[in-house]
């Protein structure tokens, strides 16, 4: 285990549906991201919280919308998603965002749009 | 701009034999890179990284990669693969000149098949 946990792990949803994808992090790192891995595809960055502040945002389409009450909890909110949107969603958690640090990632949520 | 390029998409080795996954990056002025390993179902796990120093950096299962800044290159190797090497390997860079994104930049990832 990485000390980074998310759930649910796997996830089916309808497109008119509402659900949140939830991680925790218990290893006292301050930043925090969401990326998106689709088949065939680099990994995409979402959302980078930084000390609950979100300081990145790559063009992500407002059906999803991310949380981060405190810097040991992310959330990204689910709402009228698209089938393209089906993919493995990961958590990952750094100390800083400094550049020489490295990320740990949760084991991801594999999401099922129908 | 920083980028990374892994241009294997897979590669086949033998137990016993070693292993080489290739790596190169473009990036302003000096990277960071880094080396993750993602087993089925699981979330990405850190290998390794090259910050400055020694150009041969060692990391967890055995793995060590060689920064080459004239080839602009961090190929992973190992000595002898195992077949539990078998997963998804991604090299990572950040840009470390003034400006440069601290948010790293992932390539497409290589797969890595073991055969017994």
């Known amino acids: 285990e990485t000390g980074v946990t998310q759930t649910p792990r796997h996830l089916v949803m309808g497109m008119t549906n509402k659900k949140s994808l939830k991680c925790e992090q218990h290893?006292?790192?301050?930043?925090m991201y969401w990326y998106k891995q689709s088949a065939k595809k680099p990994l995409e960055l979402m959302f980078v919280y930084s000390l609950e502040e979100r300081v990145e945002n790559n063009s992500v389409p407002s059906r999803f919308s991310p949380e981060c009450p405190n810097s040991s909890h992310l959330f990204l909110h689910l709402h009228t998603l698209q089938p393209e949107d089906s993919a493995l969603y990961l958590c990952?958690?750094?100390?800083?965002?400094?550049?020489?640090?490295?990320?740990?990632f949760g084991q991801g949520t594999r999401l099922t749009v129908v | 701009a920083q980028s990374v390029a892994q241009p294997e998409d897979q590669v086949n080795v033998a137990e016993g034999n070693p292993l080489t996954v290739k790596c190169t990056y473009s990036?302003?002025?000096?990277?960071?890179l880094f080396w993750y390993v993602q087993y089925p179902n699981r979330g990405l796990q850190f290998l390794l990284k090259y910050i400055t120093g020694d150009n041969l950096v060692k990391g967890s299962y055995g793995f060590e990669a060689e920064f080459n800044k004239s080839q602009t290159s961090f190929h992973l190797k190992k000595p002898s693969a195992l077949v539990s090497d078998s997963a998804l390997y991604f090299c990572a860079v950040r840009d470390l000149t003034s400006g440069g994104s601290y948010i790293p930049t992932f390539g497409r990832g290589t797969s890595l098949i073991v055969h017994p």
């Open positions: 990036v302003s002025g000096n990277p960071y």
């Open positions: 290893l006292g790192h301050n930043a």
């Open positions: 990952a958690s750094s100390q800083g965002v400094v550049m020489n640090t490295e990320a740990f």
